[in-house]
């Protein structure tokens, strides 16, 4: 049943989801979805689109057939004569709850509504502010304090690497337009979302409701305040990490001094999670002098808690700074008071000994009491490209991780392993040589790995079709390159337990099933 912990929610300014289901149905008739936008569009329109580039998408709903009216309305927020959307449209429905406002013949969309795939295939709508989802008619680009930004580049990142498997709870901290909230619905039985800004619950009301979604549990605050002691099988969370000085903007500004709110975050996860249960994060992080980034994100893992943390990028403070002086649209106003901005980001990182900021996802897993002393926490730079969604793949790293702690030596070398999927090897040296001077064994699925082998490395993985157990593949390769046995056997171990580790190879339990499949 839903819940809302502040009736300021349901403000004037913002539609009401009365009659969500009548404009759904619409919309979908007229086929306003993510396919049917890239029909009408073509590639190069749709894709200025993401740039905030209108002009395309202008030219390229020129006619008057329904789609052509919606693109306009909802998508560019241009005005359309009242007979077109009334022939669309449930328009007296529409305007009475607000989503549409009329004027001298005309009606104006109050809000962006960008069509959206789901993961299987589900015809989704993103409703947030105008202006403010990425395609819309103006970008970003906004300063204005209370602002509930639609779906971008982040988002669609965060709901990628989240665990997909069916939970009886989840939690999405700082929900803005409900995107991961709406991804969650699908697989959980119960979800709650959390904003501090109380548009952002509203919004995240109507995507669901737009969206043909069940309800959830909308509550008001900051962080896990609006929940207390309560814990869940899963959390996410794309929260204001923005370092800063100041919060000006609550849809990206955190607040607190340098990374603390992301540390924050982090760090009360432990006692949220349910036993096995994930959590998903994006964070920003400070580069400090004197200090090794991973060891200050060491720091912030919980106990109790396996942990993998990559950082995708890292940019010097100036690029930084520039790069959400842009974003909140400060680049545009008096060359003065872009400067003093500027000069006060700086400021703020000097003074704090920050030389640079890194971005990157956090994933953590409860870990059952038996492993609880002994976490995983792998902290990497990764900044190549992976396939996504990659939840799949984080979600067998953590299974894997588990077997791992569960085998011995001896038990390693008696267990059966087969090469994962498109797993490829390359051989590099000069042209012409005998031999190469290293061998590469590299993934092209999940997180797009490579890694150097030596001999010994290239021809087990080369033999692992589950058939044999590890030591006796061994034992034939020492056979083979005229090597003691036993020594082999000693020294391969450690190298085996990386090979499956990082999914290059994947063991099989007795039951014939891989620990990952």
């Not at 995983?376 to 299974?399: D, K, R, T």
């Amino acid at each position: 049943m839903e819940h809302v912990s502040n009736t300021s929610l349901f403000a004037a300014d913002l539609p009401a989801a009365d009659h969500a289901h009548r404009l759904r149905e619409a919309l979908l008739a007229s086929a306003f979805t993510a396919d049917g936008l890239l029909d009408l569009l073509g590639a190069s329109a749709y894709a200025a689109l993401a740039r905030s580039e209108t002009v395309p998408a202008m030219r390229a709903t020129r006619g008057d057939t329904p789609l052509d009216t919606l693109v306009r309305l909802f998508l560019l927020q241009r005005p359309v004569p009242i007979e077109r959307a009334a022939a669309v449209l449930p328009l007296k429905e529409c305007v009475a709850d607000g989503w549409l406002t009329e004027t001298a013949g005309e009606v104006r969309a109050t809000v962006d509504v960008r069509p959206y795939g789901g993961p299987d295939g589900e015809d989704w709508f993103i409703v947030s502010d105008l202006g403010c989802a990425v395609g819309g008619a103006g970008g970003i680009g906004s300063r204005e304090e209370g602002v509930v930004l639609g779906i971008g580049g982040a988002s669609t990142t965060l709901a990628g690497i989240t665990v997909r498997k069916a939970v009886g709870s989840a939690l999405d901290i700082g929900t803005g337009s409900g995107i991961q909230a709406l991804h969650a619905a699908q697989h959980a039985t119960r979800v709650t979302a959390t904003d501090l800004n109380p548009r952002a619950l509203a919004f995240t009301r109507l995507t669901l409701a737009l969206s043909g979604a069940a309800p959830a549990d909308l509550r008001e605050g900051s962080l896990y305040e609006p929940v207390g002691a309560e814990t869940f099988d899963l959390i996410v969370s794309n929260p204001p990490f923005v370092i800063s000085p100041g919060a000006r903007l609550t849809y990206r500004d955190g607040g607190m001094a340098g990374d603390d709110l992301c540390r924050t975050l982090v760090r009360q996860t432990g006692d949220r999670l349910n036993e096995g249960g994930f959590a998903h994060f994006l964070a920003n992080w400070e580069h400090t002098e004197g200090e090794e980034w991973q060891d200050r994100l060491r720091t912030w893992v919980p106990e109790g808690c396996d942990a993998w943390i990559v950082q995708r990028e890292v940019q010097d403070v100036t690029q930084y700074a520039e790069l959400w002086l842009r974003d909140s649209g400060d680049h545009r106003t008096d060359p003065a008071e872009y400067e003093a901005r500027y000069d006060a980001w700086l400021d703020e990182f000097e003074a704090r000994r920050t030389k640079g900021v890194g971005f990157g996802w956090i994933t953590l897993r409860k870990s059952a009491p038996a492993a609880a002393g002994h976490p995983s926490v792998v902290i990497e730079e990764w900044p190549h490209a992976v396939e996504q969604p990659l939840g799949p793949a984080i979600e067998a790293y953590f299974a894997r991780l588990d077997y791992l702690r569960e085998q011995d030596d001896a038990a390693l070398l008696a267990a059966h392993f087969t090469l994962a999927a498109e797993v490829v090897q390359e051989q590099v040296g000069l042209p012409g040589a005998e031999d190469p001077e290293h061998v590469v064994l590299r993934q092209n699925r999940g997180m797009r790995r490579a890694t150097k082998v030596d001999a010994v490395g290239a021809g087990f993985a080369g033999v692992c079709d589950g058939s044999l157990p590890a030591g006796r593949i061994l034992d034939a390769i020492a056979q083979l390159m005229n090597e003691d046995p036993v020594l082999l056997r000693d020294r391969t171990p450690q190298a085996i337990r990386l090979l499956v580790e990082e999914g290059f190879l994947e063991p099989l339990p007795s039951g014939g099933r891989t620990v990952t499949g």
